[in-house]
Nanobody
Framework: QVQLVESGGGLVQAGGSLRLSCAAS????????MGWFRQAPGKEREFVAA????????YYADSVKGRFTISRDNAKNTVYLQMNSLKPEDTAVYYC???????????????????WGQGTQVTVSS
């Protein structure tokens, strides 16, 4: 059974940092792109960041560029999201996602991801 399990969420003050982890099991994801999405209350889920299978290229939403960093450790089948300079508008449930097969492009579209975690809550207080 394929599982993506996020961890590292919590409550933090504005300007603080959190590091999210997404541990995959059931198969290896080292050959496919992975990403992070988020959903704030009353809003649709949106793209946050994505990383290619090698980790050599990363993509970010404009709202997090320069503050968030996505990385991966293929030996551990894990992807990370380092979040710095957090703002109250970053408050959301954060989801990890992975493609089932390799192909490039459309990294910011949730329709192009096959596996999803259950989400982890991030709350940023002002």
């Amino acid at each position: 059974q394929v599982q993506l399990v996020e961890s590292g969420g919590g409550l933090v003050q504005a300007g603080g940092s959190l590091r999210l982890s997404c541990a995959a099991s059931g198969r290896t994801f080292s050959s496919v792109p992975m990403g992070w999405f988020r959903q704030a209350p009353g809003k649709e889920r949106e793209f946050v960041a994505a990383i290619t299978r090698s980790g050599g290229t990363t993509y970010y939403a404009d709202s997090v560029k320069g503050r968030f960093t996505i990385s991966r450790d293929n030996a551990k089948n894990t992807v990370y999201l380092q979040m710095n300079s957090l703002k109250p508008e970053d408050t959301a449930v954060y989801y990890c996602a992975a493609r089932g097969t390799y192909y490039s492009g459309n990294y910011d579209s949730e329709r192009h991801y096959d596996y999803w975690g259950q989400g982890t809550q991030v709350t940023v207080s002002s």
